[in-house]
């Protein structure tokens, strides 16, 4: 059964920076595309980030490129988000997934985790 736990999330103020990090259990993440979503209250869900199963490509929602970066440690089975320069709007619950089924910028992927709280205070 594969998991994926989130963490590092919290409160922050505009401008500071939080470290998400994603590690997965279950099964090896080496040989699969990972992603980062947000939802904010009362709004979909939406793409902040992506990085191919070799850690060679990313992609970013334009809202975060620049300020966000993705990466991945495979031998530690570990996907991370590094949030700086941090805005009000950026407040939302952060979720991981593992393995894009729809294209990387798609909530499509075939699992996922149950979220950290990022709060950005103005």
Known sequence: QVQLVESGGGLVQAGGSLRLSCAASGRTVSSAGMGWFRQAPRKEREFVAAISWSGRSTFYA?????????????????????????????????????????????????????????????
């Open 62 to 122: 334009d809202s975060v490129k620049g300020r966000f970066t993705i990466s991945r440690d495979n031998a530690k089975n570990t996907v991370y988000l590094q949030m700086n320069s941090l805005k009000a709007e950026d407040t939302a619950v952060y979720y991981c997934a593992l393995e894009p089924r729809g294209g990387y910028s798609a909530p499509l992927y075939a699992y996922w985790g149950q979220g950290t709280q990022v709060t950005v205070s103005s």
